[in-house]
């Protein structure tokens, strides 16, 4: 019977299951759709139980695909940021607030005080500041746990393991790898946090009784999980130092293999750990957003064919779909510079494209600036990586060779991850 090695990643709107054989060849994938969060202003949680329910579903739903009892190892990623407390059985004691729950605007001034700038527990929605948030109120809570923590507990019956790159927004330190201890000033104690470890590191055998109930093998191990974001990055395939991969979505986030940790905290600079390397990036504001504040998907599929990517517009833009900018300019009053605008649709709409090129481009330097080596290829991922047209302005722009990530799920990512085990 041939191994199978399964990923799981708990996005915003579902959570999806990929099955993979020791070549890494996909076997069989399925997903299920999960309810919008729950958001009251700056507030926006979940229900951890609905994350359960959709995991089990995903894995009933993949063992129609797939023989679950080959699976010799299950991995699971979460969004980042998102954290919940638990009592000593594991039993939820809060809500899940979600990566983007931004309520906790006090604490995270408290967190400000006492952590070094390149921490990546600063911030709002940081897991550290929902940790402060939520232990006033939670009752016979006795552990932190972040998103894919739990889910990867349930499915051990063991809870209170996480791994290094789920940990960075609690304020764990990748690179004296430990907790700081200025968490203490916090009133932060030990027993609260999770115990870490690489992420791919197995860590139990699967629960008997959830491997009786989805026909899973009860040597199934679960492994250290990590984030979504490192999760996608690995999917691509990029593992050298220079290579980066970019994501063309709503907004623009670029991320680079390192040979050392790169913090820009004022940026939004952080980097995760693979091993002995490291995973810088940064996200920009611009991206789709700022396409789509000119014309629809529609308008903007019409017009593809007429570019001409090797004719530049000359034209110098900085799109951004509002003022203010996060990286690779650090300023929340910098406005879009989008004039000049041409007579024709299709020339504007190209010089939008070649706008967002050029920000991909500065934001590279920037990392290389902080000390990330040199680009050594792009890999393209999102929507707009689609585009061939677009493809070929920004590979004129970065000056290395930019390819379309053949796969691109976050769950096959971390089925790379329970494949392969900790990251050289």
Known sequence: ?????????VGTSGVRACAIDPRGAVKGAAAVALAAPRQDGAGIDQDPELWWQATTA???????????????RIAVDGTSGTLLLIDDDGRPCSPGLMYNDARAVD????????????????????ALAKLLHLRAAASGARRAVHQADWIAGRLAGRHGTSDENNALKLGYDPVK??????????GITPEVLPAILVPGTPFADVDPSIARALGLASSARIVAGTTDGVAAFIATGADQPGDAVTSLGTTLVVKLIATQPIFAAGQGVYSHRLGDKWLAGGASNSGGAALLAHFSTDDMDRMTPLLRPDEPTGLDYYPLPKAGERFPIADPNLTPKITPRPAEDHRFFQALLEGIAGVEALAYRRLQDLGAPALRRVISIGGGAKNDGWTRIRARKLGV????????????????????????
């Open 107 to 126: 604490e995270a001034r408290r967190i400000a005080a006492v952590a070094p700038p390149e921490s990546g527990a600063h911030g709002a929605s940081s």
């Open 177 to 186: 790898r430990r907790w700081p201890l200025w968490l203490d000033k916090l």
């Open 401 to 424: 060779p930019v390819s379309v990530a053949a796969q691109t799920e976050a769950s096959y990512g971390t089925a790379l991850l329970a494949l392969q085990g900790p990251p050289q």
């Open 58 to 72: 995903a894995l009933s739903k993949l063992g129609a695909r797939v023989d679950l009892g080959a699976v010799a």
């Open 1 to 9: 019977m041939t191994q199978l090695f399964v990923g799981i990643d």
